[in-house]
């Protein structure tokens, strides 16, 4: 019989690393509905109707996150066969806070105490017997690294979800704390039953005051002066406010159960390690300089040594396989439109995308490396200051220098971060940092118009974009995320070496995703922009670039550009063409112009005075990432629409920057 | 009162006992979840390079949090001291 499982822990409590042992390769990547809260399904190996769904990595089931907010619903509506809740054994007592809330829900649940070898090497012991007593539910020790105890923990968990077995405690309470639960339990049973969830979780979560649970609940006046009555008088003989109160009666379970169960003779290894290790990689001085040399380092294999050497593989064996392709078509005799078609449009949009591919895997091998050793909470904590400004936290600062690469890793790369709010608005203001297919167009422009200040009109470009970007971060700070800041308080987990499955899984994941939309959205508008490349309207293959639909759009609008400087129909139609790859701006104005390499410049003088130009430059730093960034952005956000305005807000930013340099540079210049 | 400090005037490598918790939202009941509770001792870890945020040791795990949320949290310097605070409380 089919049976669904909730795998649910604290961030860095291997939570990923359980999932992947369990489930192998058979996984889902999806969104839940309406958030960008990460959602992973997969069956289990050798028990193939057995669904997991690995929850967001959470601290606690308080209304105020996203992803607290989702664990919780899904909990509650999804109605899971069995809770299999993974705690990291080296930091039981913070670990046991979420468990204690999970238990209350009822739902029959084990626990994986994870990370337990860690525990035995450095001398502790923690008594599972006891453990499981205290806690009234199943106990199973487990190394999800080294894949030892997963079976057991499977085992144990289909049987209590099969003999559908509930936690056997649920009061961790006493004195007050456990007089305001029962009087609040026995008011709201029947609302609680009406929702279907269980009504000590309801009672507890209405002595925190959880206005969520109040409002689903459907409490009415007279019920919440009650309510505000026993929560009062508790409150007074405690002599605190109920939150304090409520996390104070968890902790001091807590307490009494690691004193029965725990025996912990000094700090293990790991710990003692992290704290060396730290001693350099957050120092004072030495911890930034070593950031930037790592990021470098990153930087250059992904770009220039092992992503380089790919593409180039990637690229000879898509030349081969086109030219042969080529010879198979004119061998078969086809239509030369048609013909076209695949070997221009089809087989050059193919290999477009895929030149992405190779970047993407390296980077996110390396980006896997540095989340799951642990660095990554250190970059954050280290780069936290210059962040906040913008309501951010120091983990937006690594996809953010990404994206001064690539904007398509870099926005894959918001999935990590902790919180929903930082998710979004990273992926906002990546679009900013100049990526680097944008660097043949500023070359080509600083040759052909500002040869003596080549070097600092491209600094200039680059300075520029984070500079919009911070103005933009403020005003969304102030407008689209108003509210709440997200909270920067963070775990620093103890290093450890990463599991090379999860790191391969999580590059495979990337990689696949990508591929599958390169195939879908981003080589359909790769072919479409050739077709209106070389068609006209009535449907002849052009022989003058001129005549084409694209270049005739591109005269329409091309108006439009006018105040900015480069009102051409060529300059507009390659901006259109750079929507695909902005490398292809470059291509675009030698095809447009007729020239080659070595008079492009010349023919560029002819379309843009170096005002024009540099406002150019502006625009292009500006406008709409290309399709393959929007599609990350689409997945990312979960919405076609958001993608849409993301892509119309960038360019309207980028026409209102230009506009300005070119009319107030006119003023100067003329 | 007695010798009590907000956790951020806490000297680096010294230890407080918490003794409450203060702000409200989201932060203020993140802090309790992550085990920032009354009569939890704190060790102050070290500074971040730009002066902010700090890193703490309690509960047997390293956490950061910002100096504005530090300035929050009471504490004072040894357990005997906070049941000394404490009991005041309850004879008033």
Redesign the interface.
Same mark, same amino acid.
């Given at each position: 019989m089919a049976k669904t499982f909730a795998l649910i822990g604290n961030p860095n409590s291997g939570k990923t690393t359980l999932f992947n042992q369990i489930t192998g390769s058979n996984q889902h990547v999806g969104n839940f509905p309406g958030v960008t809260v990460e959602k992973k399904e997969g069956s289990m190996k050798k028990h193939e109707d057995m669904i997991v769904v690995d929850l967001p990595g959470i601290y606690s089931l308080s209304p105020y996150s996203a992803e607290e907010v989702v664990t919780r619903d899904f909990l509650i509506k999804e109605k899971p066969d069995c809770v299999i809740d993974i705690l990291d054994a080296t930091n039981i007592e913070r670990n046991l806070y979420l468990t204690l809330q999970l238990i209350e829900l009822g739902i029959p649940m084990v626990v994986a105490l994870n990370l337990m070898d860690e525990v035995r090497a450095s001398g502790n012991s923690i008594d599972v017997q006891k453990l499981s007593q205290d806690l009234g539910i199943p106990v199973i020790p487990i190394s999800a690294s080294k894949n030892e105890g997963i079976d057991e923990l499977l085992q144990k968990a289909i049987a209590v979800a099969m003999q559908k077995i509930p936690p056997q405690k649920m009061d961790f309470c006493t004195g007050e704390v456990h007089r305001a639960i029962h009087s609040i339990a026995h008011l709201i049973e029947d609302h609680a039953q009406n929702i279907g969830v269980s009504t000590r979780f309801a009672a507890t979560k209405l002595v925190e005051g959880d206005d969520l649970m109040i409002r689903e609940l459907q409490i009415n006046e007279n019920e919440k002066d009650i309510l505000g009555h026993v929560v009062d008088e508790m409150e007074q003989a405690l002599q605190t406010d109920r939150e304090a109160a409520l996390a104070d009666m968890r902790y001091q379970y807590i307490d009494h159960i690691c004193r029965d169960a725990v025996s912990r003779k000094g700090e293990t290894k790991e710990h003692l390690r992290s704290v060396q290790i730290d001693r350099i990689l957050t120092h004072q001085i030495f911890s930034i300089p070593i950031f930037i040399g790592i990021m470098a380092l990153i930087f250059w294999l992904s770009f220039n040594v092992i992503g380089g050497f790919l593409s180039d593989l990637l690229a000879y064996g898509i030349d081969g396989l086109t030219l042969l392709l080529d010879d198979l078509l004119s061998v078969y005799g086809i239509n030369p439109w048609v013909h076209a078609l695949i070997i221009e449009g089809v087989c050059s949009g193919v290999g477009t995308v895929l030149s992405f591919l190779p970047l993407i895997v390296v980077m996110f091998f390396f980006l896997s490396l540095l989340e799951d050793s642990g660095y990554m909470a250190r970059v954050a904590f280290v780069m936290d200051k210059l962040l906040r400004k913008f309501g951010l936290t120091g983990r937006s600062f690594v996809p953010m220098l990404i994206g001064f690469g690539c904007s398509v890793p870099a926005i894959m790369a918001t999935r990590t971060l902790a919180s929903e709010k930082d998710r979004k608005m990273t992926i906002l203001l990546i679009p900013f940092m100049s990526c680097s297919a944008k660097l043949p167009i500023y070359a080509l422009f600083t040759a052909a118009f500002f040869e003596s200040h080549q070097a600092l009109v491209m600094v200039g470009l680059y300075l520029i974009g984070i500079l919009m970007g911070i103005l933009v971060g403020f005003l969304f700070k102030h407008s689209l995320f108003k509210g709440n800041p997200v909270p920067f308080v963070m775990e620093l987990p103890s290093y450890r070496l990463p599991a090379l499955k999860s790191v391969l899984i999580h590059m495979w994941e990337k990689a696949w995703g990508f591929v599958v939309r390169a195939f879908t959205v981003i080589l359909g508008a790769t072919v479409i922009l050739w077709i209106l490349q070389s068609l006209d309207f009535r449907l002849n293959v052009v022989t003058a670039s001129a005549d084409s639909i694209l270049a005739t759009i591109g005269a329409w609008i091309a108006p439009l550009f006018a105040p900015l400087g480069f009102g051409s129909w060529e300059a507009v139609t390659a901006l259109i063409t750079g929507f695909t790859a902005k490398e292809a701006v470059v291509s675009s104005f030698a095809v447009l112009t007729g020239a080659d390499a070595a008079s492009l410049g010349a023919a560029l003088s002819q379309i843009f005075s170096p005002l024009a130009a540099f406002a150019f430059l502006v625009f292009t730093l500006l406008y709409t990432p290309c399709v393959a960034a929007i599609s990350a952005v689409r997945h990312e956000l979960g919405s076609i629409w958001k993608a849409i305005a993301v892509m119309a807000f960038q360019t309207g930013v980028a026409w209102v920057v230009a506009f300005l340099i070119y009319q107030i540079g006119s003023w100067f210049f003329l | 009162m007695q010798n009590t400090i907000s956790l951020d005037k806490v000297k680096i490598g010294h230890k407080g006992v918490i003794l409450?918790?203060g702000g409200e939202?989201?932060?203020?009941?993140? *802090? *309790?979840?992550?085990?920032l509770?009354?009569?939890?001792e704190v060790l102050v870890?070290?500074i971040?390079?730009?002066?902010?945020?700090i890193?703490v040791f309690l509960?047997?795990?390293?956490?950061? *949090?910002?100096q504005e949320?530090a300035k929050k949290i009471q504490v004072c310097e040894t357990i005997e001291e906070y049941r000394r605070i404490k009991s005041g409380?309850?004879k008033k």
């Amino acid at each position: 019989m089919a049976k669904t499982f909730a795998l649910i822990g604290n961030p860095n409590s291997g939570k990923t690393t359980l999932f992947n042992q369990i489930t192998g390769s058979n996984q889902h990547v999806g969104n839940f509905p309406g958030v960008t809260v990460e959602k992973k399904e997969g069956s289990m190996k050798k028990h193939e109707d057995m669904i997991v769904v690995d929850l967001p990595g959470i601290y606690s089931l308080s209304p105020y996150s996203a992803e607290e907010v989702v664990t919780r619903d899904f909990l509650i509506k999804e109605k899971p066969d069995c809770v299999i809740d993974i705690l990291d054994a080296t930091n039981i007592e913070r670990n046991l806070y979420l468990t204690l809330q999970l238990i209350e829900l009822g739902i029959p649940m084990v626990v994986a105490l994870n990370l337990m070898d860690e525990v035995r090497a450095s001398g502790n012991s923690i008594d599972v017997q006891k453990l499981s007593q205290d806690l009234g539910i199943p106990v199973i020790p487990i190394s999800a690294s080294k894949n030892e105890g997963i079976d057991e923990l499977l085992q144990k968990a289909i049987a209590v979800a099969m003999q559908k077995i509930p936690p056997q405690k649920m009061d961790f309470c006493t004195g007050e704390v456990h007089r305001a639960i029962h009087s609040i339990a026995h008011l709201i049973e029947d609302h609680a039953q009406n929702i279907g969830v269980s009504t000590r979780f309801a009672a507890t979560k209405l002595v925190e005051g959880d206005d969520l649970m109040i409002r689903e609940l459907q409490i009415n006046e007279n019920e919440k002066d009650i309510l505000g009555h026993v929560v009062d008088e508790m409150e007074q003989a405690l002599q605190t406010d109920r939150e304090a109160a409520l996390a104070d009666m968890r902790y001091q379970y807590i307490d009494h159960i690691c004193r029965d169960a725990v025996s912990r003779k000094g700090e293990t290894k790991e710990h003692l390690r992290s704290v060396q290790i730290d001693r350099i990689l957050t120092h004072q001085i030495f911890s930034i300089p070593i950031f930037i040399g790592i990021m470098a380092l990153i930087f250059w294999l992904s770009f220039n040594v092992i992503g380089g050497f790919l593409s180039d593989l990637l690229a000879y064996g898509i030349d081969g396989l086109t030219l042969l392709l080529d010879d198979l078509l004119s061998v078969y005799g086809i239509n030369p439109w048609v013909h076209a078609l695949i070997i221009e449009g089809v087989c050059s949009g193919v290999g477009t995308v895929l030149s992405f591919l190779p970047l993407i895997v390296v980077m996110f091998f390396f980006l896997s490396l540095l989340e799951d050793s642990g660095y990554m909470a250190r970059v954050a904590f280290v780069m936290d200051k210059l962040l906040r400004k913008f309501g951010l936290t120091g983990r937006s600062f690594v996809p953010m220098l990404i994206g001064f690469g690539c904007s398509v890793p870099a926005i894959m790369a918001t999935r990590t971060l902790a919180s929903e709010k930082d998710r979004k608005m990273t992926i906002l203001l990546i679009p900013f940092m100049s990526c680097s297919a944008k660097l043949p167009i500023y070359a080509l422009f600083t040759a052909a118009f500002f040869e003596s200040h080549q070097a600092l009109v491209m600094v200039g470009l680059y300075l520029i974009g984070i500079l919009m970007g911070i103005l933009v971060g403020f005003l969304f700070k102030h407008s689209l995320f108003k509210g709440n800041p997200v909270p920067f308080v963070m775990e620093l987990p103890s290093y450890r070496l990463p599991a090379l499955k999860s790191v391969l899984i999580h590059m495979w994941e990337k990689a696949w995703g990508f591929v599958v939309r390169a195939f879908t959205v981003i080589l359909g508008a790769t072919v479409i922009l050739w077709i209106l490349q070389s068609l006209d309207f009535r449907l002849n293959v052009v022989t003058a670039s001129a005549d084409s639909i694209l270049a005739t759009i591109g005269a329409w609008i091309a108006p439009l550009f006018a105040p900015l400087g480069f009102g051409s129909w060529e300059a507009v139609t390659a901006l259109i063409t750079g929507f695909t790859a902005k490398e292809a701006v470059v291509s675009s104005f030698a095809v447009l112009t007729g020239a080659d390499a070595a008079s492009l410049g010349a023919a560029l003088s002819q379309i843009f005075s170096p005002l024009a130009a540099f406002a150019f430059l502006v625009f292009t730093l500006l406008y709409t990432p290309c399709v393959a960034a929007i599609s990350a952005v689409r997945h990312e956000l979960g919405s076609i629409w958001k993608a849409i305005a993301v892509m119309a807000f960038q360019t309207g930013v980028a026409w209102v920057v230009a506009f300005l340099i070119y009319q107030i540079g006119s003023w100067f210049f003329l | 009162m007695q010798n009590t400090i907000s956790l951020d005037k806490v000297k680096i490598g010294h230890k407080g006992v918490i003794l409450s918790v203060g702000g409200e939202g989201a932060i203020r009941r993140r *802090l *309790l979840d992550m085990g920032l509770t009354p009569g939890t001792e704190v060790l102050v870890r070290k500074i971040a390079p730009l002066g902010d945020p700090i890193e703490v040791f309690l509960r047997s795990y390293e956490l950061t *949090l910002r100096q504005e949320d530090a300035k929050k949290i009471q504490v004072c310097e040894t357990i005997e001291e906070y049941r000394r605070i404490k009991s005041g409380f309850h004879k008033k």
